[in-house]
Nanobody, 114 residues
Framework: QVQLVESGGGLVQPGGPLRLSCVAS????????MRWYSQAPEQVRELVAV????????NYADSVKGRFTTSRDNAKNTVDLQMNSLKPEDTAVYYC???????WGQGTQVTVSS
């Protein structure tokens, strides 16, 4: 079954860390760049981070540069998003995405609140 499954979301206090994971199945994961998006309530989905198929190239939205890091393990078919120094405005549902296949995960909720 071709799918992406995110995990790791939850409630975290401002300034805290959280690590999201996305597991891919049903396709050759190592051939594709991966993306992370966030979608806050009543907002459009926004690109957060991009990682190339080999993991050697990464790009981030200005709003998360220096705080978020994406990485991948092609042997395990996983891509992660390490989020540090979280802010209330980071509250959103986070999705992993394979643009070349038009594939989205179901999303995982991140809530940053004291």
């Amino acid at each position: 079954q071709v799918q992406l499954v995110e995990s790791g979301g939850g409630l975290v206090q401002p300034g805290g860390p959280l690590r999201l994971s996305c597991v891919a199945s049903g396709f050759t994961f190592s051939r594709y760049g991966m993306r992370w998006y966030s979608q806050a309530p009543e907002q459009v989905r926004e690109l957060v981070a991009v990682i190339s198929s080999t993991g050697t190239s990464r790009n981030y939205a200005d709003s998360v540069k220096g705080r978020f890091t994406t990485s991948r393990d092609n042997a395990k078919n996983t891509v992660d998003l390490q989020m540090n120094s979280l802010k209330p405005e980071d509250t959103a549902v986070y999705y992993c995405h394979v643009q070349a296949r038009g594939l989205w995960g179901q999303g995982t909720q991140v809530t940053v609140s004291s």
